[in-house]
């Protein structure tokens, strides 16, 4: 009997195969082309790409996501399952997600982008691009009794008196772009404005005009000796030399040099350095400023703010008051000169009366006449007196040393807890004890009262001399203007 063969089971359709997904490719040549159009055709600067991608990076997932909803509707249609998102559609979309979230962040803060292009470094960093270099001038007739305001965003501002009543500018300006064609369009939106309303003459450098672009302009002007100034620039460096009305400056990040001015000097610092000299009138700093320095000036002076590095004070003629976060003070007048940083204070020559109130400080003072009230912690206090006053010091955790005349007459009540009272005059009674000491009595028949009070500190009142003017020491060198190759602590 013949045996039956079984045919094989049929073989069942091979289901369709799912197709691949072409999202992440789309999305990737839509980045590419964007590098495309920077790199080799030079038509999208980088800097405005990140901002673009900052903006709108969003449209990249909404495109991704089209994609995707479109392969779902195909495969439905062909009787195949659609395909997922996948690992590497997960990692698409977190890079997306976090590149956006994080350049959105970057051209939201307040970066100085343009200090970042400063000097020949720049030239390696992407969003610079190229340095481009452009002249002009610009002249006309300067009104009589006008005042001149002058605006820059980015770029150095030099002023000086002019031989005869123009108003004399010349630009040196640098942009960064890509292409020289770019660089000639940019130059030609920020040309400088001058206008006219009143007596004012306004000077504007139009470092904007041309957008969020890379535009520094240097202004070398000169105008008429009389003329009033008012200057604001946000990144440079100001000079203003030889004028007879008042100088207003208003500096961000950069340094200030002002000298042979007969009015009214105003200074309003943000991170920015100063240099003032040989002023007639009164001179006045305020806001957050670097090392500051005045020299030979004839006036008032005013310092009110935070002074993060050095003060140099030197020869002036007039009460000065100075206050900051942790020191106040001030004086008659300053015939030597003043050294203030974060943990010293030095004076010479300084006239009273003298009120101080400071802490973390050595202070050390010579040549003082008339009255003196100091207030210190953290810090050793030694004075050497020219002309005894009242005087009257409390220190805390720091000794206390006072040079006075040896002919000189005077009362003391001095105390110190914790810390021992030594002197050279015999007449005063002294008490040296474990915790506290004490010393009072007259020098030389009496005279002005000398009240010295110290813990944790010892207290010595010596037999000194008269210390004679010193000379003022050497003044830092007037800034410089910034040039096209040229590229920026503890409170006082």
Known sequence: MASTVQAPPPVPPMRPRQPRSFAGPVVLILIGVFFLLHYTFGILPFYDWGKWFAHYWPLLLIVWGVIKLIEYQHANASGVRPRGIGAGGVLLIIFLVVAGLSSREFYNHNWNIQGWCEGSDAEDLPWCGHSYAFTDELQQSFPADAKLHVSSAHGAINIVSSEDNQIHVTVHKRIRADRQEQADSWNKSTQPKISVTGQVLNLDANTAGAGDHWVSSDLDVSLPRKASVVVSTHHGDISIMGRDGTANVTSQDGDVSVTDVNGQVSLNLDKSSARISQVSSDVSIQGRANDVSLEDIKGMVRLDGDFMESVKLSRIAKPVNFKSSRTDMDFTKLDGYLNLDSGDLEASSVSGPLR??????????????????????????????????????????????????????????????????????????????????????????????????????????????????????????????????VPETSEN
Do not use: C, W, Y
């Open 356 to 485: 101080l109130r400071t802490r973390s400080k050595d202070i050390m003072l010579s040549g003082v006449s008339s009255d003196v009230h100091l207030v210190d912690e953290n810090g050793a206090v030694e004075i050497h007196i020219n002309k005894l006053g009242s005087l009257e010091v409390t220190n805390k955790k720091g000794d206390i040393r006072i040079f006075v005349p040896e002919k000189a007459g005077f009362q003391l009540d001095a105390q110190a807890r914790d810390g021992e009272i030594h002197t050279d005059f015999n007449s005063l009674k002294i008490e040296n004890g474990d915790e506290r000491s004490t010393a009072n009595g007259s020098v030389n028949g009496g005279g002005p009262r000398m009240v010295l009070n110290n813990e944790h500190g010892t207290i010595e009142i010596r037999a000194g001399s008269v210390i004679p003017v010193p000379p003022a020491p050497p003044m830092p060198k007037t800034p410089k203007l910034s040039k096209p190759e």
